[in-house]
């Protein structure tokens, strides 16, 4: 029965595999392992008449039950039954699909915060649109030649219309047609989404931008504390080599000249008496004379700050009340270093660029100064009382407090420009002062110095070479005598001053700038003549005419000469042919002119800095007059103004300095 049952059975897989070949594998090795386990559990757990498979059975419980038993079998089982999922977990994956779990999982804030997919058209619309008409046009033209014979066919049985064939075309132009607008459509959202996505990068770029400025703030703050730690390690150092100094002074004052020979003084000789100066002479001389109390002299900075470079052209530092009366002049040694301002108040003031906060003041003329220069830590001012003074930033004792400048807008605090700002201690500066120059009869215009020479332009008509190591005026120029000198040499009939063929302005300074190298002297006066001096033989050695005013500014490098008058003018000299290279005019007088590397800066009796750029052409305003109006109050027009390196300040009517970027 059991053969004829497996020969059915048999038979029935055969069938079964000739009707579907694909499953019968399978069917048959299932049924090849169903087997096995069924043998294998007869074996093991037959009926109790087998005594063969009852000892096979017993045999294998009798192993297991040892095996239980073992301690280590225990343990692990226990340690099973303590042990979380978590770790059954762990001690069943590798680290490898562990990781690979860990980071593809999301947590579910990110599957709850996934953006809304607010684009209306799909993936492959987007491929389609970023294929260009002419490649999509000969794809088409090639899939219309591939077209099957299958298809060919289709359309031949398919039923025509009664439509003629130019209405077919023209349908068909219709369709291409809408085709290509939806194209264009789909271009312009891929273009806005673009620009989105740019604004964004920007965006995060320019916040980033200010994270890193700021970072550089900290750190030239940073550069500046460590160069003050310097120059009180400095300080240290040299009180430290005064003292060893002075140690071994006094370790070889006594000298054998100060002892007494005991071996030729005999019992009845007398010991000449002393002299009471002899001590005096020879050690109370040599004591060292009490140390008075060092504070920390204003010297200048090793390092250049370059924030300002990062800033955007026409941004506002800081604004401060300098002075209560018209700034007549000021400069500065370097960008966020020192600067000294002078007004009609009859003061002149130091100030700490980098805390906008007066160091001083420089006391010891009798009335206002009218120009000024600063050049390291050496100040020269020259005054309406016909003198020139001299003074040392060096010595000047200020500690620079420790304040942090606001990061957002770069401006001091409000009590930092309060009246703290105008008064200051006048013994900071007690020890600043070195000498002073008096040969001038009239106010002191205009002075330059460079090096161990000062040249000096006064009201009187003359102009005056300093020796600053002397102290003393070593040449004396007159104008006037060069300028009759100079027509009688043109043949011109008349020794006269020469007419500008504008009215003369009677606040214009006769001697209105002048600038000095080596021995090459630039000398603008009120007659709109701009005369270059040969200090060696004290004569003029080239005239540029071309203004119709007083001159009252000018600079110049070692091609060009840039000038600035009351004609409302500003010319570019070229110092090789002593032609005119360029020039541009404004509406109002030039009042303050200076330029750097790349910019033209002057003041033209408005309440902005007209700013020139060489290198393009621009023309643009900086100061505190481009902002709209605040309650009505417009910004003090700018009298004075500086820059170096892109650093920019300019002093106003009112007595406000202003300091800008550009």
């Not at 500008?500 to 000095?516: K, M």
């Not at 800066?601 to 007209?610: C, L, M, Q, W």
């Amino acid at each position: 029965m059991a053969s004829r049952d497996g020969a059915a059975q048999g038979r029935h897989r055969r069938g079964a595999s000739g009707d579907d070949s694909l499953l019968g594998t399978g069917l048959s090795q299932i049924e090849a392992f169903g087997r096995k386990v069924t043998t294998t559990a007869n074996q093991l757990m037959g009926p109790l008449s087998d005594p063969s498979s009852s000892v096979h059975y017993q045999h294998a419980m009798t192993e297991l039950q040892k095996e239980l038993r073992r301690p280590g079998i225990q343990q692990r089982v226990f340690s099973y039954a303590k042990a979380s999922p978590t770790e059954l977990v762990r001690s069943k994956l590798s680290t490898t699909e562990i990781q690979h779990r860990a980071l593809t999982y999301l947590p579910d804030d990110l599957l709850r915060n996934i953006p809304e997919n607010e684009n209306v058209y799909s993936l492959f619309q987007g491929f389609q649109a970023t294929i260009p008409e002419e490649e999509e046009d000969q794809h088409s033209r090639k899939r219309q030649k591939s077209v099957s014979l299958g298809q060919k066919l289709l359309e031949e049985r398919a039923p025509r219309s009664n439509e003629p064939p130019s209405l077919i075309n023209v349908r068909k132009d219709r369709d291409r047609t809408n085709h290509r607008l939806e194209m264009l459509a789909l271009r312009k959202n891929m273009c806005s989404a673009e620009i989105r996505e740019i604004d964004n990068k920007i965006s995060n770029l320019n916040n980033m931008r200010k994270i890193v400025l700021d970072r550089l703030g900290d750190i030239e703050q940073n550069e500046l504390q460590v160069e003050q730690e310097l120059l009180d390690l400095d300080d240290k150092f040299e009180e430290m080599v005064e003292e060893f100094d002075d140690a071994a002074t006094l370790g070889n004052a006594v000298t054998p000249s100060t002892e007494i020979d005991l071996e030729d003084a005999t019992p009845g000789r007398d010991i000449p008496d002393i002299d009471d100066s002899f001590m005096s002479a020879s050690i109370y001389e040599k004591l060292p004379s009490p140390k008075s109390s060092k504070r920390q002299k204003l010297t200048r900075r090793k390092s250049m700050p370059i924030r300002h470079e990062h800033f955007e052209p026409g941004s506002s530092i800081r604004e401060v009340q300098a002075h209560n009366d018209i700034i007549t002049a000021l400069d500065f040694d370097m960008p966020f270093g020192t600067m000294v301002t002078a007004a009609l108040d009859d003061t002149v003031r130091v100030w700490d660029l980098n805390l906008g906060r007066c160091i001083g003041l420089l006391e010891g003329h009798h009335a206002s100064v009218r120009c000024l220069q600063v050049e390291d830590n050496i100040v020269a001012t020259g005054s309406m009382d016909a003198s020139i003074r001299l003074w040392d930033l060096s010595k000047a004792e200020y500690s620079p407090r420790d304040d942090r400048i606001n990061k957002s807008n770069g401006h001091p605090k409000e009590d930092d420009i309060g009246d703290e700002t105008l008064t200051s201690q006048p013994s900071r500066m007690q020890d600043c002062p070195l000498f002073s120059l008096e040969a001038h009869v009239d106010e002191v215009t205009a002075l330059h110095f460079q090096g161990d020479v000062l040249v000096s332009g006064s009201a009187d008509k003359t102009l005056r070479q300093w020796d600053l190591v002397k102290g003393r005026c070593v040449q004396t120029l007159d104008v006037l005598w060069a300028a009759a000198q100079a027509s009688a040499t043109m043949n011109s009939g008349d020794g006269q001053w020469r007419a500008t063929g504008r009215l003369p302005d009677a606040s214009a300074d006769f001697v209105g700038a002048l600038q000095c190298f080596d021995a090459a002297l630039a000398c603008g006066t009120a007659d709109g003549m701009v005369r270059l001096w040969d200090l060696r033989s004290g004569q003029v050695h080239r005239s540029l005419v071309g203004h119709t005013g007083p001159v009252t500014c000018l600079q110049f490098d070692d091609v060009h000469l840039v000038t600035g008058s009351l004609d409302r003018s500003i010319r570019i000299w070229d110092l090789r042919t002593g032609s005119i290279f360029d020039a541009y005019a404004y509406d109002n007088p030039v009042t303050s002119m200076m330029f750097d590397s790349r910019r033209i800066t002057s003041a033209v009796g408005e309440n902005v800095v007209k700013i020139y750029d060489k290198t393009d052409g621009r023309h643009w305003e900086c100061g505190a007059g481009v902002a709209p109006e605040q309650d009505g109050q417009q910004p003090a027009t700018v009298e004075k103004v500086r820059i170096k390196d892109g650093y920019l300040t300019e002093g106003r009517k009112d007595g406000v300095v202003g300091v800008w970027t550009c």
